[in-house]
């Protein structure tokens, strides 16, 4: 299976000649640098050590993942930061998984870190995000951010990503599971990055735990609906509550009492939609599964023996 090693980069020329090179020792020799605009010598340190380098049109990893999705047509990507703190050889565990039968594979860096590999806040802000997304999306995955991972091209050609900061990691997260590919994590070792982080905690932190919510919709309409019809209810069932205590006091809140039965009625009736659109989803889902393994099929039948047909970046 051809493989591209893609790495997303802005001002890295300290680390990502190490980078490429790590993987040009290791036998790949298709690798692509997609820039976002260095001030320093990224790109051509980059292009001396033997990689394609790019130059994305707007700023933002997602940006660049989603430029290059475009251009690239190997059977598997591997998409690696350009900071260092990821060991080229592991890239082997993640094309394994693809080949025993997975579409989305991460690597999961919390089991193995080196000693300040992670600040304190940057740790403990992990492990709070992924504990969010296993509860929202009820699945296993432990490290939905991190920035080593391998998808198979039928996943990054059928994504669509709309993030651009370091919401990225979970939004291919979240679109490949909602497509209904088969998304594993393999244990990595994870590096002290050399230089400053881009990393705004608390700012990135909350930008992502928002995406959480927001992304949900695309992986199950109805859980969405059923986080904001719960919210609903139960604000109505407060204020319910507020208003008989009152009433047994002798105090009338018409009022309230009107804005408490609309509350419970709005979330009774979302909760509903939520549902209906969860079995719709989940239709559609099989649908999908379906086709691709028609499509896969087919594809099979036209390349046959000799391979694909299509030159590959």
Same mark, same amino acid.
């Given at each position: 299976?051809?493989? %591209?090693?893609?790495?997303?980069?802005?001002?890295?020329?300290?680390?990502?000649?190490?980078?490429?090179?790590?993987?040009?020792?290791?036998?790949?020799?298709?690798?692509?640098?997609?820039?976002?605009?260095?001030?320093?010598?990224?790109?051509?340190?980059?292009?001396?050590?033997?990689?394609?380098?790019?130059?994305?049109?707007?700023?933002?990893?997602?940006?660049?993942?989603?430029?290059?999705?475009?251009?690239?047509?190997?059977?598997?990507?591997?998409?690696?930061?350009?900071?260092?703190?990821?060991?080229?050889?592991? %890239?082997?565990?993640?094309?394994?998984?693809?080949?025993?039968?997975?579409?989305?594979?991460?690597?999961?860096?919390?089991?193995?870190?080196?000693?300040?590999?992670?600040?304190?806040?940057?740790?403990?802000?992990?492990?709070?995000?992924?504990?969010?997304?296993?509860?929202?999306?009820?699945?296993?995955?432990?490290?939905?951010?991190?920035?080593?991972?391998?998808?198979?091209?039928?996943?990054?050609?059928?994504?669509?990503?709309?993030?651009?900061?370091?919401?990225?990691?979970?939004?291919?997260?979240?679109?490949?599971?909602?497509?209904?590919?088969?998304?594993?994590?393999?244990?990595?070792?994870?590096?002290?990055?050399?230089?400053?982080?881009?990393?705004?905690?608390?700012?990135?932190?909350?930008?992502?735990?928002?995406?959480?919510?927001?992304?949900?919709?695309?992986?199950?309409?109805?859980?969405?609906?059923?986080?904001?019809?719960?919210?609903?209810?139960?604000?109505?069932?407060?204020?319910?509550?507020?208003?008989?205590?009152?009433?047994?006091?002798?105090?009338?809140?018409?009022?309230?009492?009107?804005?408490?039965?609309?509350?419970?009625?709005?979330?009774?009736?979302?909760?509903?939609?939520?549902?209906? %659109?969860?079995?719709?989803?989940?239709?559609?889902?099989?649908?999908?599964?379906?086709?691709?393994?028609?499509?896969?099929?087919?594809?099979?039948?036209?390349?046959?023996?000799?391979?694909?047909?299509?030159?590959?970046?």
């Amino acid at each position: 299976m051809d493989v %591209c090693i893609l790495i997303p980069t802005l001002n890295e020329e300290s680390t990502i000649g190490l980078v490429v090179e790590g993987f040009r020792k290791i036998g790949f020799n298709n690798i692509v640098v997609v820039d976002g605009g260095s001030i320093d010598k990224t790109r051509e340190i980059a292009k001396e050590k033997g990689a394609k380098v790019l130059l994305q049109s707007g700023k933002g990893k997602g940006q660049a993942l989603k430029e290059a999705f475009e251009i690239i047509n190997s059977d598997i990507v591997v998409i690696i930061d350009g900071d260092g703190t990821y060991a080229p050889e592991d %890239c082997h565990k993640l094309i394994d998984a693809i080949k025993k039968g997975a579409d989305h594979v991460i690597g999961n860096r919390l089991l193995n870190f080196e000693k300040g590999a992670f600040t304190r806040l940057n740790l403990i802000g992990n492990k709070i995000l992924n504990f969010i997304f296993r509860i929202t999306y009820g699945v296993e995955l432990y490290d939905v951010l991190s920035g080593y991972r391998a998808l198979k091209k039928s996943v990054y050609k059928n994504i669509e990503l709309k993030k651009t900061g370091f919401e990225i990691e979970t939004e291919l997260t979240v679109e490949s599971l909602s497509k209904g590919f088969k998304v594993i994590e393999v244990p990595i070792t994870y590096k002290k990055r050399v230089g400053k982080t881009k990393l705004r905690p608390i700012r990135d932190g909350m930008k992502i735990m928002l995406s959480i919510y927001e992304l949900l919709k695309r992986y199950s309409p109805g859980r969405y609906f059923y986080f904001l019809g719960s919210l609903l209810t139960f604000i109505g069932l407060l204020s319910g509550i507020y208003v008989v205590l009152e009433w047994l006091r002798g105090v009338s809140h018409f009022l309230m009492a009107v804005l408490t039965t609309l509350l419970i009625i709005l979330g009774l009736q979302v909760l509903v939609l939520g549902v209906m %659109c969860d079995l719709i989803f989940r239709s559609n889902l099989q649908i999908r599964r379906d086709l691709r393994n028609i499509e896969e099929e087919i594809r099979k039948i036209q390349n046959g023996p000799k391979g694909e047909k299509f030159e590959k970046l």
